[in-house]
């Protein structure tokens, strides 16, 4: 059976020319994500991961090669259509969570459906039933300045999943969070991959992390290093 | 539509968070409406008094006065009069059917304990009384014609309301440099309050109260045969009069102001014109700092909102998204400073209206228009919109990876 890739990387480059000094950030990289992986990529700092998670994110364009989203070469849309497409597909955790901090927690989950121009009414409901499944039913009217860094986070990954998207991105999601809390942000990114069988893909260099994951994309200096199935035990024990 | 609703409650509620700078910014705009609302409401309120005062003056009507027509103001309150033979001369001009005239000043009266500043006007009593109760339509109140050859004086109908702080009744006395008059009639309401707070007496008992010459006017109304051009006649008065001078006193070039009504009304409106002109003129450069104003707030915003800019272009916000809400807020700064210069113009004109009707020299109401208002909100927002037009478009524009990497 054929499945058609969430994403598509076809030999991407991507190259910062700083100065008269050439950055190669990415290196020909090649990638597949297929409906309903469970990828981590990891990588040191400086290794291209950002880039490639911005790339994968569609966020930013290759210096060199294709990205397919959905099928279809996003360097063929215009920005509107691209960002139509981005916003309805993919949903995106950050590190710093990056709420709009004038909205509260409710208003910050419906921002994504507003520029679907989801129904007002839909868009609360939902919203709302989101940020319950998060464990936050009770701090909805809360602004983001109210709440600690664990239950923003958790506003933030309900606000990646408000549109519904085949794609959720998350960008060293537990990096400004204890551990505890952490693993707490997993286990609901990972409930919504297992229950909804939503692809996911976390940027992490922490290998605790990775143990949630499925498929590990490891790279190295623009490089894609190791691209294999986790097998049990193999590479971290639990 | 629905989406532009929401934009509008995000740009709202962006503005709230960061209030102090958004009230300094409003602030700006505030100055410049209130100037361009308070000093065109006072305008306009003074060229409609102007403009009734002469309607009640009666159409087709001729004024006569000494001194250049090109200077109103000099004429209206320079120390020129017409002299006897000046006023005989207007007489005999063909066309002429009636000449009335008036002379009048600024004067301090007491009413009991109270002293206040009034318009005093001269009238030849006997002559005149019949023309006014004919074209004026001048009629009594209360009590009677004053008597000529008695210290009896008739006031507007203003006086039995407010010009002083108690009402004044026939029969009482006023002081005026020291003499005693005594109100022997209340006018009925002559159709605007400057007139209506007059004090009208006699031209003899005027002229030995304020030490003008016998004999003269500072003005003479003309009042013209049925049938004649108002322009024609007031060219044979203007005529007329010249060659009087030239014959009495040997002078060549004397000035008269010889105006019809209708050019009267004319001059202080273009007069006004000007004044309101330039008044928009210059509260257009407060508006313009204000909106330079509006331009430098939406930049620093822009720059401390990068990372948020980022964040919604990830996740699906369009670029006119992006370019609508700061547009809105922009707007909405304008809107606020241009609805509070609105508030504030009106109260600072009521006050000065409220003042100058204090001291009844010249009555005048301001003149508040639903254009006016209209004007001066559409002129804020526009102001506004285009102020945060270029920083919108470069938000609208920031790429989202260079957005979100930003302070990072």
Not at chain 1, 153 to 163: L, T, V, Y
Request: charged share 25%; with cysteine.
């Amino acid at each position: 059976m054929i499945t058609e890739k969430i994403i598509k990387l076809e030999n991407t480059w991507k190259v910062y020319q700083l100065g008269k000094v050439e950055l190669i950030a990415l290196k020909n990289v090649n990638l597949d994500v297929n409906p309903g992986d469970f990828v981590t990529i990891m990588g040191a700092s400086g290794s291209g991961k950002s880039t490639l998670l911005n790339i994968i994110g569609c966020l930013d364009s290759p210096t060199k090669g294709k990205v397919f989203l959905k099928g279809k070469d996003i360097s063929l849309l215009s920005e509107d259509e691209l960002s139509q497409l981005r916003g309805k597909t993919i949903g995106f955790v950050f590190q710093e969570f990056n709420l709009l901090p004038n909205l509260d927690a409710l208003e910050n989950v419906m921002m994504p459906m507003i520029f679907q121009g989801t129904p007002v009414e839909q868009r609360k409901k939902r919203a709302h039933d989101l940020l319950v499944s998060v464990g936050l039913g009770e701090r909805i009217y809360h602004q983001p300045a109210e709440l600690s860094g664990g239950e923003r986070q958790r506003i933030a990954i309900a606000r990646a999943f408000a549109n519904d998207p085949e794609l959720v991105i998350a960008d060293e999601p537990t990096g400004n969070l204890d551990s505890t809390t952490g693993k707490k942000i997993m286990e609901i990114l990972t409930d919504f991959h297992k229950r909804e069988g939503k692809t996911i893909i976390v940027v992490t260099h922490d290998p605790h992390i990775a143990e949630y994951s499925e498929k590990i994309v490891d790279i190295k200096d623009g490089e894609i290093t190791i691209d294999h199935k986790q097998e049990e035990g193999i590479l971290w024990s639990k | 539509m629905e989406q532009i609703n929401e934009y509008f409650k995000i740009a709202l509620r962006n503005l709230r968070t960061r209030s102090l700078r958004s009230w300094l910014t409003i602030l700006g705009i505030v100055i410049g409406i209130f100037l361009i609302i308070s000093l065109l409401s006072l305008s306009q309120g003074v060229k409609e008094a102007i403009n009734q005062q002469m309607e009640a003056m009666g159409g087709d009507m001729i004024m006569v006065m000494p001194g250049s027509e090109e200077n109103i103001m000099g004429m209206m309150v320079g120390g020129e009069v017409l002299e006897k033979q000046d006023i005989a001369a207007v007489e005999k001009t063909k066309g002429v059917k009636d000449v009335l005239i008036m002379s009048y000043r600024g004067i301090v009266a007491r009413y009991k304990e109270e002293a206040k500043m009034v318009f005093l006007t001269g009238l030849p009593w006997d002559e005149s009384l019949e023309l006014l109760e004919r074209y004026q339509g001048w009629d009594l109140f209360d009590g009677e014609w004053p008597v000529s050859g008695k210290k009896e004086v008739a006031v507007g109908k203003q006086w039995a309301i407010d010009v002083f702080g108690t009402k004044v009744k026939v029969g009482q006395e006023i002081t005026m440099k020291g003499r005693k008059f005594k109100i022997a009639g209340i006018l009925n309401s002559l159709g605007n309050k400057s007139d209506d707070s007059n004090i009208y007496l006699d031209i003899g008992l005027y002229q030995d109260l304020t030490g003008e010459k016998k004999g003269s006017a500072r003005v003479a109304m003309v009042m013209i045969e049925e049938g004649l051009t108002p322009d024609d006649v007031a060219e044979d008065i203007k005529k007329s009069l010249q060659k009087t001078r030239k014959r009495i006193a040997g002078e060549n070039t004397t000035d008269f102001a010889v105006i019809t009504s209708e050019k009267m009304i004319g001059v202080t409106n273009s007069i006004l014109g000007i004044i309101q002109s330039a008044i928009v003129l210059f509260a257009s450069i407060a508006i313009l700092v204000g909106g330079i104003g509006i331009t430098n707030t939406m930049f620093t915003s822009i720059r401390e909102r990068t990372r948020e800019i980022g964040t919604m272009k990830a996740i699906g916000a369009k670029n006119s998204a992006v370019l609508i809400i700061f547009l809105t807020e922009a707007g909405i700064i304008g809107l606020i400073g241009g609805a509070g210069g609105i508030i504030l113009g009106i109260i600072c004109a009521k006050i000065v209206e409220l003042y100058t009707q204090s001291n009844p020299v010249f009555y005048f109401s301001i003149s508040v228009s639903p254009s006016l208002v209209l004007f001066g909100l559409v002129f804020s927002v526009l102001t506004g919109c285009i102020a945060g037009f270029f920083p919108a478009r470069k938000a609208a524009r920031l790429k989202p990876v260079e957005a979100l990497r930003r302070y990072e």
